[in-house]
């Protein structure tokens, strides 16, 4: 699948030294870029969604603890 993103001159810079610096093309650094991009992104809402459960008290919350101690860890 292709898709076109225009870059602004100060990103098209980074993104050529970055490529010059690494020796990989600058289609490699930015598949690689928009892949960590897009994985933090899905993190970021999935914690947004289980916070919101949590404050909506649809999740149980357990403080370190009570998980030290449920895992044999204590003190």
């Known amino acids: 699948m292709s898709t076109v993103v225009e870059l602004t001159p100060d990103i098209e810079q980074r993104l050529e030294a970055l490529a010059a610096r690494t020796g990989r093309s600058k289609r490699e650094q930015l598949q690689d870029i928009i892949a960590q991009g897009v994985e933090d992104m899905e993190d970021y809402y999935l914690s947004a969604e289980v916070l919101k459960r949590v404050q909506q008290g649809q999740e149980r919350v357990y403080s370190a603890e009570a ?5 044999g860890q204590e003190g």
């Open 67 to 71: 998980v030290r101690r449920e895992l």
